[in-house]
Antibody, heavy 121, light 113 residues
Framework: QVQLQESGPGLVKPSQTLSLTCSVS??????????WSWIRRPVGKGLEWIGR???????NYSPSLKSRVTISIDTSKNQLSLDLRSVTAADTAVYYC?????????????WGHGLLVTVSP | DIVMTQSPLSLPVTPGEPASISCRSS???????????LDWYLQKPGQPPQLLIF???NRASGVPDRFSGSGSGTDFTLKISRVEAEDVGIYYC??????????FGQGTRVEIK
């Protein structure tokens, strides 16, 4: 069974970089067989897709965040990472990582439980 | 960018009655392989979202058969044949065409009357 777990600081200061990791069990992130995504849900708002890592090395980012975000993987640790630079209060949200399903059976088939990150001085 | 528009944004429902949510995309989600790259997700209170329907009309494993998805191209519908109390939450459609960035609809909040 694939399991994902987000981790990182729950509080980040404005203008700093938000860095999160997603630890994966039950699958090898380096296989390159699936898309690995980051999604967030700002407080009181809907889900926002941030970006994905796929095909073993390609990335794709939301146009609204593209200039500030980097998604990468660490195969030695079996982790997915998110870096979001120059954060503001608008980046306060619950952040989720997710993996796609087999043979296109869902873009976001497996989800982590989510991590609340607050941007505040 | 593809814009996803859901309606209604709020849906009060009566247990045992049917419910329906519409999702429209600004571009066709029908790919050359014949698949519509549209999924439906449900986020229940206090939980991460869960996949309900993939590729427009396929129920994910473990999803009750009262949920069904239909549509093609730019118009899609999620139907619940008989709503149960456990179905409350926010429903999202999301497109995932591989050739572009992905986007969610605004979400539809389903609550019991």
């Amino acid at each position: 069974q694939v399991q994902l777990q987000e981790s990182g600081p729950g509080l980040v200061k404005p203008s700093q970089t938000l860095s999160l990791t997603c630890s994966v069990s039950g699958d090898s992130i380096g296989r390159g067989s699936f898309s690995w995504s980051w999604i967030r849900r700002p407080v009181g708002k809907g889900l926002e897709w941030i970006g994905r890592f796929y095909d073993g090395g390609a990335t794709n980012y939301s146009p609204s965040l593209k200039s500030r975000v980097t998604i990468s993987i660490d195969t030695s640790k079996n982790q997915l990472s998110l870096d979001l630079r120059s954060v503001t209060a608008a980046d306060t949200a619950v952040y989720y990582c997710a993996r796609g399903g087999v043979a296109g059976a869902g873009a976001l088939r497996y989800w982590g439980h989510g991590l609340l990150v607050t941007v505040s001085p | 960018d593809i814009v996803m528009t859901q309606s209604p944004l709020s849906l009060p429902v009566t247990p045992g009655e049917p419910a329906s949510i519409s999702c429209r995309s600004s571009q066709s989600l029908l790919y050359s392989n014949g698949y519509n790259y549209l999924d439906w997700y449900l986020q229940k209170p206090g939980q991460p979202p869960q996949l309900l329907i993939f590729l427009g009309s396929n129920r994910a494993s473990g999803v009750p058969d009262r949920f069904s998805g239909s549509g093609s191209g730019t118009d899609f519908t999620l139907k619940i044949s008989r709503v149960e109390a456990e179905d409350v939450g926010i429903y999202y459609c999301m497109h995932h065409l591989q050739t572009t960035t992905w986007t969610f609809g605004q979400g539809t909040r389903v609550e019991i009357k």
